[in-house]
Nanobody, 124 residues
Framework: QVQLVESGGGLVQAGGSLRLSCAAS????????MGWFRQAPGKEREFVAT????????YYTDSVKGRFTISRDNAKNTVALQMNSLKPEDTAVYYC?????????????????WGQGTQVTVSS
């Protein structure tokens, strides 16, 4: 079991950048794959990016490829999402999630632990 706390959200103009961070508690962080999901108003939660337990493999949804980068620091129990070239359609609440497996997954049902979310708003 891990507890997750996101930070780094905010308001940014289109074309700008934000870096989200997720701090995890617990001694077994390095055995979890991690993911970022987002939920826009009136829409279902959607997958954004995922990283395996040691950071050697990442996977992204098509709409963010080349713009977003997921990374992790197991020494600090953190996972980050660097978001560049932001678009208004990236506006959403972003959630960090932990999966009790070493391999990545894009389905929210494969994640057991969730943060409270952080708001990202991109103005046009």
């Amino acid at each position: 079991q891990v507890q997750l706390v996101e930070s780094g959200g905010g308001l940014v103009q289109a074309g700008g950048s934000l870096r989200l961070s997720c701090a995890a508690s617990g001694r077994t962080f390095n055995s979890y794959a991690m993911g970022w999901f987002r939920q826009a108003p009136g829409k279902e939660r959607e997958f954004v990016a995922t990283i395996n337990y040691i950071g050697s493999y990442t996977y992204y949804t098509d709409s963010v490829k080349g713009r977003f980068t997921i990374s992790r620091d197991n020494a600090k129990n953190t996972v980050a999402l660097q978001m560049n070239s932001l678009k208004p359609e990236d506006t959403a609440v972003y959630y960090c999630a932990a999966r009790p497996r070493r391999t990545v997954a894009a389905d929210a049902r494969d994640y057991d632990n969730w943060g409270q979310g952080t708001q990202v708003t991109v103005s046009s």
